[in-house]
């Protein structure tokens, strides 16, 4: 299969949402043709994550990890300057191949690869582990980011914030199937990018949430000790699609 390549410093997965922003020339250029009524691609385009290198800019340096995930754009806004605003959701992921540079934007083939529970009797068990986990991991970031808005200079900063966490950082029910579960829960945890590669890259559900098990564990206990979140904490959303 040969789609569109569209290298971001993000980590798509399949099943929850992507929203993007398009203003290079290249890939504008790309959506005309993902958007066009008798595109050949459906809609569809690759996004990896860029290792090394800028989003912006002809830096032929650039790397990108070696597995990505196939998006599907739902909806699409053309500005009068010829900016894109895109909603994508992830479909599936898959492993790059060959990418021919020859045109506007790179073309990359691509093979998707199998969506599986792994060990399903595992993958059940670890489900209810995993949402005591986030349950725990979002009560504490929400304390956090209520201790560090009181220590704000604006008391207005502090209403705002204070009012705005119940519904950022409101009770998730995770799915009851596990694959979709692991999805979820990659796509709330506030980790490095790097991390959250990994989590794409595992092979089935049971090994995914095992990692994230250990991972909400991990985040959860180094931010009740006041360590900074490697990200920002303003970013902790879950669109269930």
Same mark, same amino acid.
């Given at each position: 299969?040969?789609?569109?390549?569209?290298?971001?410093?993000? =980590?798509?997965?399949?099943?929850?949402?992507?929203?993007?922003?398009?203003?290079?020339?290249?890939?504008?250029?790309?959506?005309?043709?993902?958007? +066009?009524?008798?595109?050949?691609?459906?809609?569809?385009?690759?996004?990896?994550?860029?290792?090394?290198?800028?989003?912006?800019?002809?830096?032929?340096?650039?790397?990108? @990890?070696?597995?990505?995930?196939?998006?599907?754009?739902?909806?699409?806004?053309?500005?009068?300057? $010829?900016?894109?605003?895109?909603?994508?959701? $992830?479909?599936?992921?898959?492993?790059?191949?060959?990418?021919?540079?020859?045109?506007?934007?790179?073309? /990359?083939?691509?093979?998707?690869?199998?969506?599986?529970?792994?060990?399903?009797?595992?993958?059940?068990?670890?489900?209810?582990?995993?949402?005591?986990?986030?349950?725990?991991?979002?009560?504490? /970031?929400?304390?956090? =980011?209520? @201790?560090?808005?009181?220590?704000?200079?604006?008391?207005?900063?502090?209403?705002?914030?204070?009012?705005?966490?119940?519904? /950022?950082?409101?009770?998730?029910?995770?799915?009851?199937?596990?694959?979709? +579960?692991?999805?979820?829960? !990659? $796509?709330?945890?506030?980790?490095?990018?790097?991390?959250?590669?990994?989590?794409?890259?595992?092979?089935? !559900?049971?090994?995914?949430?095992? +990692?994230?098990?250990?991972?909400?564990?991990?985040?959860?206990?180094?931010?009740?000790?006041?360590?900074?979140?490697?990200?920002?904490? $303003?970013?902790?959303?879950?669109?269930?699609?």
């Amino acid at each position: 299969m040969r789609l569109p390549l569209f290298p971001l410093h993000v =980590v798509a997965f399949p099943r929850l949402p992507l929203p993007l922003h398009v203003f290079e020339a290249r890939y504008r250029a790309m959506m005309r043709d993902v958007l +066009a009524p008798d595109s050949p691609y459906a809609g569809r385009f690759v996004v990896t994550l860029i290792t090394e290198g800028p989003e912006v800019g002809d830096d032929p340096l650039a790397r990108t @990890s070696q597995v990505g995930t196939i998006v599907e754009v739902r909806s699409a806004d053309r500005f009068q300057d $010829g900016r894109w605003g895109l909603l994508a959701v $992830g479909e599936a992921r898959a492993m790059l191949g060959p990418v021919d540079r020859s045109g506007e934007y790179a073309l /990359v083939e691509v093979q998707p690869l199998s969506e599986v529970d792994g060990d399903a009797d595992v993958a059940r068990q670890l489900l209810g582990q995993v949402q005591a986990a986030l349950d725990q991991y979002l009560t504490t /970031v929400k304390r956090y =980011v209520a @201790s560090a808005a009181s220590l704000a200079a604006q008391s207005q900063e502090i209403t705002e914030v204070a009012a705005s966490l119940d519904e /950022v950082l409101k009770p998730i029910r995770l799915p009851d199937e596990p694959l979709a +579960a692991s999805y979820a829960v !990659a $796509g709330v945890l506030q980790i490095e990018l790097t991390r959250k590669q990994d989590l794409l890259e595992m092979p089935d !559900a049971a090994s995914r949430l095992s +990692a994230e098990l250990q991972l909400l564990r991990r985040e959860a206990r180094l931010l009740s000790q006041g360590a900074m979140p490697p990200v920002s904490t $303003g970013d902790l959303t879950y669109n269930p699609n």
